[in-house]
């Protein structure tokens, strides 16, 4: 499959996935299909396993069972499916003495993007982070949230099938929060796939679906409503709360 | 009590960094061995004797007068006792120079005990190899010793200003001592000896500082994660931190290979200075893929900062920078060999001092690419088992 061709089907599979690191077991025999088009949270305390589950996407690290297929039949760390990967680390994993721009282009470039289209696909990422105006400051010399926006922009630059967000809200203010969460409801509705981890129950309810994860343990998976009502809770995080407590896998 | 508090803290956290404690308790000794070996002892020197004539009969005399010397081993020269053809005798006594058999050679020709008899001056010539200024001075001050303590045996006087045994001699005359230097002169100063080799020192010393802190924080700060995420390949990310770092090496170079040219005030060729600079950039390269290496060993900055005295001071002790690494015990010597400066070092005083070609050094430049590719291969392998299991 070329890049840029996306299987309609599924965006990611994982038939039977174990992750074990020495003794210690961060993800047990999981099984999961996430069809392509949609925000998929995945809910869960520290150390539930959501990190592990990610980096399993990128291909940084292999699973030492089972099978974990994307777009359709590409293994992760294939080149292909990388390329039409964005992802974006807890940390702040940018250039602070780089601009803005400078940054993008880098990025942009890593992913092997024509300089034309590079540049005009950086004027469309700065408009969706806000920061047309700021593009040639030097990072370090904007505020955090800014930081994290342009963090944002260079993990869209290469306009990514699926994009992977390892709490990309944590240590933000409630505004930056609504308006990160605005990109990405547009960026979803554009026909970008978005897999998200977070610990945050009110952003776990923006998602389409959302898979509680607990030690590594799939406990719930579904829309925020189906899991409300399957758990007869208020909300959904009254339905965590349960879920947790019953340690029931769905 | 805060601060009581605050101190148990502190203890705790750092007997829990076992890298940390070893190195705490460890480098001291180490550091403190070296310097020993380095100071314990004078410098040993390999002297030969050679006589013709009159001089023959007086051999064992001189050899047992500088056996008496415990800083000198005396060596037979391999040269046939028929041979008194000075010329030939001239080039043999060079040639075992060259090949590091002897510092220094003591040759009395045909005339130079009956001309000292006969009340004349004769001549004393002393062979020396002449690139090691501190060998050099240590053959000499053997020999004007042990002439002066056979002065009142024999016509012997070095200097008019020796011991009272001189007034003894037969003949106070001082004698002419002529010296053949294979390398520099009267005129070469200890600043000379020492500053080619500066200018590699310094560029390993800030490339392996600057390539370790940076690569250290592309990890910590996950941006190295991203690359690997993207259709990038492992490789051609090093690749780019080499070629990186090589623009700031390469200028460094440039910079301390011109102002210490400036400063040693010789006129080098252009040739010498180009063979030079391959040396340091060779010795660039291994030190940026140390700085790489030891920034994947390292888990934290503080650790990676551990490396600096780590790999630097041995090599300050060992490489042959100040001291003569012979005057060591073997098992330093064998690290000195493992050392990445003992061989820029010594091509770069093959290359400034002894005005041989780069060809002359392939050993060297060949241990140093052997180094680089080592290095970048651990480095790999070490990179891709951290970056993959966690």
New interface residues.
Partial sequence: MNAGTVSTEYILRMEDVVKT?GGFTALHQTSLTIPGRMVFGLLGPNGAGKTTLLRLV?????PTAGKLTLFGGLEPGA?AA??M?G?M???????PNLSVVENMLF?GR???MGEGALKTRIDEVLETIELSGRRDDILANLSGGMVRRALLGTTLVHKPKLLLLDEPTAGVDPVLRIKIWETLRKLCDEGTSILITTHHISEADRCDRVVFLRSGVIIGDGTPDDLTRQYQADDLEKAFVVATKEGVAT | MRSVWVAVRVIREISRDRRTLAFFFLAPLVVMTLVYYAIKDDQIVNIGVVTRGAARFFEMDFISTLEMDKDVRMISMPIPDEETDPQTLDRLIRQELATGGADGVLYMGEKMITDRFDGREGTLHLYVEGSKPIITSAVFGAIADAMDELAASLPVVIDSSCSSLCAESVNNKPMVLEKHYSYGSDDYRMVDFFLPVLPAFFVFFFTFILSTITFQRERLRGTLERLLVAPVGFYQVIAGYVMGFFTFASLQSIIVVAFILKLIQFDFTWSQTLAFSVVVLLTMLVALNLGLLASFLAHNEFQALQFIPLVILPQIFLADIIWDINGFPMFFRIIAWVLPLTHANAAARDIMIRNNPLSNSWMELLILAGFIVVIFTVMTLVAQKKDKSI
Wanted: net charge positive; aromatic share 22%; glycine share 10%.
């Fill in positions: 690191f990128t291909g940084l690290i292999s080149s990388r390329a990967i992802y680390p807890q940390s702040l994993a940018i250039y990025f890593m992913y092997g």
